[in-house]
């Protein structure tokens, strides 16, 4: 089946000192680990030839396809909230972009592809686990309608890669509206470099906010876009872990896959990452980083904002006073529509609020509750009541809940929320099950049976196992960045 892949390239035909171009380093023994084969349909790629030896070749960094033009990004960013001027694509390789059946224009970026430039010491490498766990979370959040980049493939490469140990490495295909980052801007205007600057707003805009004009209008777009992005993770329990400014994408895509967890049992300090000890990135304290990443990329924009300092000062502020506004409204209807509720009245947020109180008290599972709520919005509370066991918390909640449904009868509730509450969500416990069993045992049926569950996270699974948190609690969890 031959490769044939009308790639764009727009971004390797912006100025050079945007990227480096340069090849991925070919790997020993490439191996198709997994294929998305939805995805490569919306792509308009032929899964066939994407599976043949020369479609596996490219997605190993083998082959570079005809037409592509591979280069790695420049970027900068603000780590753990220190700056470094110097990031970039350490392992990862742009192939170019491809026309999705959207219309609109998709990354395929080879991550685990070798070193570039921007290495800085690291090998450029990816390991197995670590790639199937990027493709199995964004895949998840994909099903749960939130906005991320994707996971085309993954691919063994037959290379053991040095971590604490020797591990298999292997090179995932992401797939992304686009890379550009906050960082991507840090960089260039670390260097004053506004030419730069202005080409990437103008690009930006081009690429993702046709509709807004200049960097004001890009950064109320993306003000506007990351303030729903991060009220979409809080309402599933979502904890990226590692929300540097390279981190934080400009399309308002969830980028980087790293250390990132599902929350079970409801704490609002929930922290995973082992790198993360002052609980930077803890769940309850997302909104208050994307609004501190949001000002990072409002400070690099400055000098296209206004000729005069204080002016431009003075327009970035009243942008990103407004994310505020926009983090509230997406949080507190997706808390409402949670509970049942397609408006939002007076008195609601204090109902909200006593209801994750109680989920404190109780150390309830997030997920389950409010599962489980719609069973009790058609009065059976038992499954509910089960995640409050020896808390007297909800028997005051439930009747003021009831009390407001009545004030707002909704004929299909409980379909609705049975639409708006997953059932399922990546599990840590079955994450960790399915990605040992890949890496260690070359056994990909637990990473399958767990995928296919999660690509329909509203249906009750067929195996309960997999909508349930692990007995034991997982008491010290940590995750790790897997670089
Ligand atoms: P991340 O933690 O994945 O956001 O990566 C932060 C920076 O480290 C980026 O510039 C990456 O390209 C770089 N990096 C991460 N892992 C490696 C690696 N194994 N080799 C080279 N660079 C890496
Ligand atoms: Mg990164």
């Known amino acids: 089946m031959a490769l044939s892949i009308p790639f764009a390239n727009t971004y390797a035909h912006l100025p050079e000192r945007l990227f480096a171009r340069l090849a991925p380093t070919p790997v020993s023994a490439p191996r198709l680990l997994q294929l998305n084969l939805p995805l490569a349909e919306a792509l308009g790629l032929d899964p066939a030839a994407l599976a043949?030896?020369?479609?596996?070749?490219?997605?190993?960094?083998?082959?570079?396809?005809?037409?592509?033009?591979?280069?790695?990004?420049a970027y900068a960013g603000h780590q753990f909230g220190h700056f470094n001027p110097q990031l970039g694509d350490g392992r990862a390789i742009l192939l170019g972009e491809v026309i999705a059946h959207d219309g609109q224009p998709r990354d395929l970026q080879l991550k685990g592809s070798g070193p570039t430039p921007w290495s800085r010491g690291g090998d450029g490498r990816a390991a197995i686990g670590p790639v199937l766990r990027e493709y199995l979370i964004s895949e998840a959040m994909h099903a749960l309608g939130i906005p991320t980049t994707r996971s085309l493939a993954a691919v063994a490469s037959g290379d053991e890669v040095f971590r604490e140990v020797p591990v298999w490495g292997a090179v995932l295909t992401r797939v992304a509206s686009s890379h550009l980052r906050v960082g991507t801007f840090q960089y260039f205007a670390a260097r004053r470099d506004t030419e730069a600057l202005a080409t990437l707003v103008d690009y930006a805009l081009a690429r993702h906010y046709p509709g807004a004009e200049g960097a004001a209008g890009l950064l109320a777009a993306v003000v506007a876009r990351q303030a729903a992005l991060v009220a979409r993770w809080m309402l599933v329990g979502f904890i990226h872990g590692v929300m540097n400014t390279d981190n934080c994408a400009?399309?308002?895509?969830?980028?980087?896959?790293?250390?990132?967890?599902?929350?079970?049992?409801?704490?609002?300090?929930?922290?995973?990452?082992?790198?993360?000890?002052?609980?930077?990135?803890?769940y309850g304290h997302q909104p208050r980083i994307v609004q501190w990443n949001l000002a990072r990329l409002a400070e690099a924009l400055l000098p296209l904002l206004s000729d005069d300092e204080d002016q431009a000062v003075s327009q970035a502020q009243d942008i990103l006073a407004g994310f505020a506004d926009h983090f509230q409204a997406a949080w507190r209807t997706g808390l409402n529509?949670?509970?049942?509720?397609?408006?939002?009245?007076?008195?609601?947020?204090?109902?909200?609020?006593?209801?994750?109180?109680?989920?404190?008290?109780?150390?309830?599972?997030?997920?389950?509750?409010?599962?489980?709520?719609?069973?009790?919005?058609?009065?059976?509370?038992?499954?509910?009541?089960?995640?409050?066991?020896?808390?007297?918390?909800?028997?005051?909640?439930?009747?003021r809940w009831h009390a407001r449904l009545a004030a707002?009868?909704?004929?299909?509730?409980?379909?609705?929320?049975?639409?708006?509450?997953?059932?399922?969500?990546?599990?840590?416990?079955?994450?960790?099950?399915?990605?040992?069993?890949?890496?260690?045992?070359?056994?990909?049926?637990?990473?399958?049976?767990?995928?296919?569950?999660?690509?329909?996270?509203?249906?009750?699974?067929?195996?309960?196992?997999?909508?349930?948190?692990?007995?034991?609690?997982?008491?010290?969890?940590?995750t790790f960045c897997g670089t």
């Open 337 to 399: 529509a949670k509970l049942g509720l397609h408006t939002v009245r007076d008195g609601d947020e204090a109902l909200v609020q006593e209801f994750l109180q109680a989920m404190t008290e109780a150390k309830a599972d997030f997920t389950l509750s409010f599962r489980h709520l719609a069973a009790a919005a058609g009065g059976d509370a038992t499954a509910l009541r089960d995640q409050f066991l020896g808390t007297a918390a909800l028997d005051a909640w439930l009747p």
């Open 52 to 73: 043949s030896l020369d479609g596996v070749a490219m997605l190993a960094g083998n082959l570079v396809p005809p037409g592509a033009d591979p280069i790695a990004q």
């Open 250 to 282: 400009i399309s308002g895509e969830t980028i980087d896959y790293g250390p990132c967890a599902f929350m079970d049992a409801y704490d609002p300090n929930t922290v995973f990452s082992s790198i993360d000890r002052a609980g930077r990135y803890r």
């Open 408 to 478: 707002e009868p909704m004929p299909e509730r409980q379909q609705a929320m049975l639409h708006t509450n997953p059932a399922v969500i990546p599990r840590n416990h079955l994450v960790e099950e399915a990605l040992a069993a890949a890496a260690e045992r070359d056994d990909l049926k637990p990473f399958e049976a767990l995928l296919a569950v999660l690509r329909s996270p509203f249906a009750p699974p067929a195996d309960p196992r997999y909508a349930l948190p692990a007995a034991d609690g997982m008491p010290g969890y940590q």
